[in-house]
T-cell receptor, first 116, second 115 residues
């Protein structure tokens, strides 16, 4: 079974600064996908970024980037130039690459507050 | 990717009653997933709903408590039966964005409070 660990329950960052959210996972799979989801107070789950485990290059999406360390089973999210709208709960998630409709396993989440 | 309409967005219910949550997808999907998110917690998969067959439930969840319907490829319902305050949670439905590990898209959630 897969597990996803987010050990920091909450973090705070000043607007325009950079913040890194940590995530580690445990799996015996070699091929899988990793995701960061954002859940603002509206409750809507929003996909922020995804990483394919067979790709060494770290994924980037505008101000969001990841540091994927496969050997260490680490998948951290860096948010640059933090904005007030980044205030949300962030979930790290794992999915096996075994065809369609594979399940998502979520970490416990981290609450990020961006201070004006 | 698919767009999901979920309703109701919130409800306050008396203990012992039941609530049915609906999810409508704007495209045909093979499977739909139902999650529970207890206050301040992560998402836990309740069951996977496949059209034309019974839903597959995760450990700790049973059909009598959370019956699911999947009458066609664009619609599903989750019923929370015989509710107690411990059922107060956010319930979300989800579908796969596309094959190839592109993740899942979620409905906007139903915030259920049982009093």
């Amino acid at each position: 079974a897969q597990t996803v660990t987010q050990s920091q329950p909450e973090m705070s960052v000043q607007e325009a600064e950079t913040v890194t959210l940590s995530c580690t996972y445990d799996t015996s799979e070699n091929n899988y996908y990793l995701f960061w989801y954002k859940q603002p107070p509206s409750r809507q789950m929003i996909l922020v970024i995804r990483q394919e485990a067979y790709k060494q290059q770290n994924a980037t999406e505008n101000r969001f980037s990841v540091n994927f360390q496969k050997a260490a089973k680490s998948f951290s999210l860096k948010i640059s130039d933090s904005q007030l709208g980044d205030t949300a709960m962030y979930f790290c998630a794992f999915m096996k690459a075994t065809g369609a409709n594979s399940k998502l396993t979520f970490g416990k989440g981290i609450t990020l507050s961006v201070r004006p | 990717s698919a767009v999901i309409s979920q309703k109701p967005s919130r409800d306050i219910c008396q203990r012992g009653t039941s609530l049915t949550i609906q999810c409508q997808v704007d495209s045909q999907v093979t499977m739909m997933f139902w999650y529970r998110q207890q206050p301040g917690q992560s998402l836990t998969l309740i069951a996977t709903a496949n059209q034309g067959s019974e839903a597959t439930y995760e450990s700790g969840f049973v059909i009598d408590k959370f019956p699911i319907s999947r009458p066609n490829l664009t619609f599903s319902t989750l019923t929370v039966s015989n509710m107690s305050p411990e059922d107060s949670s956010i319930y979300l439905c989800s579908v796969e964005v596309a094959r190839g590990g592109y993740g899942y898209t979620f409905g906007s959630g139903t915030r259920l409070t049982v009093v």
